[in-house]
């Protein structure tokens, strides 16, 4: 059962991997036989189910693990399961572990699927409690056990004697901070600025036992009793928001089931056969005020203008996502709002083409001695692949070797974040060292990345710019106007006309990240600054009939970099980011001047790159696929600042 759970979570952690996808449904649970996934009708079926772990994946933190597996179970045919009562039992008991983890430590899919990994690897003396099987269990014996250990079961008959007593709180000095995963040390709990983080820490106490309590009455079939005693001791007492009202309100009154109607009400509402047994031996004092009544009630002040919608947080991604739908293609909204990069999920089609206005570039430009593969051809596609990617190439050290450790521990860890096979670990070093000893341009000194010292490059700089302080909405045709400032010639001659077609009309902030920045001298009073980026775009042809698709540096001509830079609209990320980086140096460098420190932008597409014994051969080329490096132009990129800045040029 915990492999099955696995497999769920290998899936909602890598949507887009087929492989992950092929072992669930060839498992126990689903029984799909290997012959039907392998013929060619079914690759609908496929696609599918990808889509459906896509849209689980994003809606997780909402739905959690247990939507997930409904969400599964009625997709697909797998009544005989039911028959299996101890797998079905165990697969409910594994789901509310992780479940309990992922609400503890606030896991995604991907950190739920590396926590339930590594709890199912872990060797342990003493097994705990609620990590022994539930199935075990004789149905007709009679069990004392904790309330967790009762999670996933149900019995005829339940007794819960001492529901009625309050959690323990903890005195301190120290306390334990759940979340952050570490203690506090605070001899006075009602003093300094620890007195907020202690009342939290019993808080989410008194809410823990709520949620036990919970548990322990719904785990009855037929007959519940539940025990009931109120003393000023238990005010924390976990039945009270259950059978009276909220926490809040019952420390404001005394109120007990014997003079109170309400657990009364909330048991007949709820069409429950119930008996109540009262004992008034022990009559207790009110020792708090009933509420003067006659307050006036009033209504606050109601706006005299509606919400400006067109004010927020904007990013490059949340800009051009609209553009995405008319070549059938979603971001992901997590990465919109966080104004990441995504890398698409599609297959080059010439087709594509024709969705953006770039009949004037030239025609193929690429000589057919540049090799057909790149290592990068057998790494999986899609968002979450690519941000693989971009989190190893952000982490390890440019300077030293892809067999060094230390690169290689980044990488695998990198991978099984992801949910990609290790396998392709030689794959990702012979890709990286190409990266590494690629000439970035004579406009950049051709310094090659392998030569950039960790302390002189910047990896992932976030910002935020405040848009338009005059409160002028920026729109879509005052950016394109701006870009009707290239020269004829220039790939970027005619982009205005797609810029023109976005949807912008925002005032608020600006955000995003920048993968690189790096200065192309080590002198840094002379050197200028360039904004470095990754694409992990498949540009490569889908051959029918083989096993092994092709891509490689042939695939990655100017033409079709031009095409990805236009159709995505590359061009526009890269100019925010020069005015980002533009803003930064004019805080952080001292003489800082646009004209002589503002270099430009180089977009790298991983797959294309070529190996060094390649660039070596074909040297007198005018061209290196795989990369695209342009100087900054000063002149848009001020109008670009100044309208960012005010709201008009």
């Known amino acids: 059962a915990a492999f099955l759970i696995q497999l769920i979570l290998n899936c909602l952690a890598n949507p887009h991997s087929i492989e992950n996808l092929r072992a669930l449904l060839c498992s126990p649970l689903l029984k799909v036989k290997v012959e039907i996934l392998d013929k060619k009708e079914n690759s609908f079926y496929i696609q599918d189910r990808l889509e459906k772990f896509n849209s689980w994946s994003q809606d997780f933190k909402s739905i959690g693990l247990l939507g997930c597996i409904e969400g599964l179970l009625k997709s697909e045919n797998i009544a005989n399961l039911a028959k299996e009562e101890r797998l079905l039992g165990d697969l409910i008991q594994c789901s509310q572990l992780v479940e309990e983890a992922i609400h503890l430590n606030g896991l995604d899919a991907k950190g739920a699927a590396r926590w339930f990994k590594r709890k199912r690897l872990q060797i342990l003396d003493n097994l705990p409690e609620e990590r022994r099987l539930n199935s075990d269990m004789e149905e007709n014996s009679i069990n004392v056990m904790t309330i967790h250990r009762s999670k996933g079961l149900q019995f005829k008959v339940v007794i819960c004697p001492y529901l009625w007593q309050a959690p323990p709180l903890s005195q301190g000095p120290l306390w334990r901070l759940e979340n952050e995963g570490k203690c506090l040390l605070s001899l006075n709990a009602n003093w300094g600025k620890n007195k907020e983080t202690v009342k939290n820490t019993i808080n989410e106490s008194i809410q823990e036992s709520e949620r ?162 790149n290592p990068f051809e057998n790494f999986p596609k899609g968002p979450l692949a690519g941000d693989c990617l971009h989190q190893i190439l952000e982490k390890i050290d440019f300077t030293k070797s892809v067999y060094h450790k230390q690169t290689e521990t980044i990488i695998l860890e990198e991978l099984n974040k992801s949910g990609i096979n290790k396998s392709l670990l030689e794959d990702v070093r012979e890709g990286i060292e190409r990266v590494l000893n690629l000439p970035l341009g004579k406009v950049v000194n051709n310094i090659k990345l392998k030569n950039i010292l960790p302390k002189a490059k910047i990896s992932e700089l976030k910002f935020d710019l405040s848009l338009s302080q005059n409160n002028k909405k920026i729109n879509s045709i005052e950016i394109a106007n701006i870009f009707r400032g290239f020269a004829a010639g220039h790939y970027l001659n005619n982009y205005h006309e797609n810029l023109s077609k976005l949807n912008i009309y925002a005032h608020g902030f600006l955000t995003g990240a920048i993968d690189l920045v790096l200065p192309d001298s080590n002198d840094l009073n002379q050197a200028k600054w360039w904004v470095i980026d990754w694409k992990s775009n498949w540009l490569g042809k889908q051959v029918e009939n083989v096993g092994k698709p092709r891509c490689g540096p042939l695939d990655y001509s100017k033409k079709k970099m031009y095409l990805e830079m236009i159709r995505h609209h590359y061009a526009l990320q890269a100019h925010l980011y020069l005015v980002a980086l533009h803003r930064f140096l004019s805080w952080r460098l001292p003489g800082y001047s646009p004209e002589k420190h503002l270099g430009g932008y180089s977009y790298i597409f991983l797959r294309g790159v070529p190996s060094a014994q390649e660039i070596k051969v074909n040297l007198g080329e005018n061209t290196i696929p795989g990369i695209i490096t342009e100087k900054a132009p000063l002149e848009i990129l001020m109008k670009l600042n100044k309208l960012i800045q005010n709201g008009m040029i």
């Open 212 to 373: 036990l309590a919970y548990v322990a009455l719904t785990r009855a079939q037929k007959h519940l009793v539940v025990f009931w005693h109120d003393t000023k001791s238990e005010i924390n007492n976990p039945l009270k928001p259950f059978l009276i009202g909220s926490l809040k309100e019952s420390i404001l009154k005394n109120l007990k089931p014997d003079n109170d109607n309400r657990p009364r009400n909330w048991v007949n509402l709820r069409s429950i056969t119930s008996t109540q047994t009262y004992n008034d031996k022990e009559v207790q004092k009110e020792y708090y005020p009933v509420l003067e009544k006659g307050y006036a009630l009033k209504t606050a002040t109601i706006p005299k203008r509606n919400l400006d919608l067109n004010w927020g947080r904007f990013s490059y991604s949340s800009w051009v996502a609209k553009s995405y739908e008319n070549i059938g293609l979603e971001l992901n909204p997590e990465s919109i709002e966080e104004g990441k990069d995504t890398d698409q999920l599609e297959v080059y089609n010439n087709s594509n083409d024709q969705t953006v206005n770039a009949s004037y570039l030239e025609q193929e430009d690429i000589k057919n001695n540049w090799s057909k593969s």
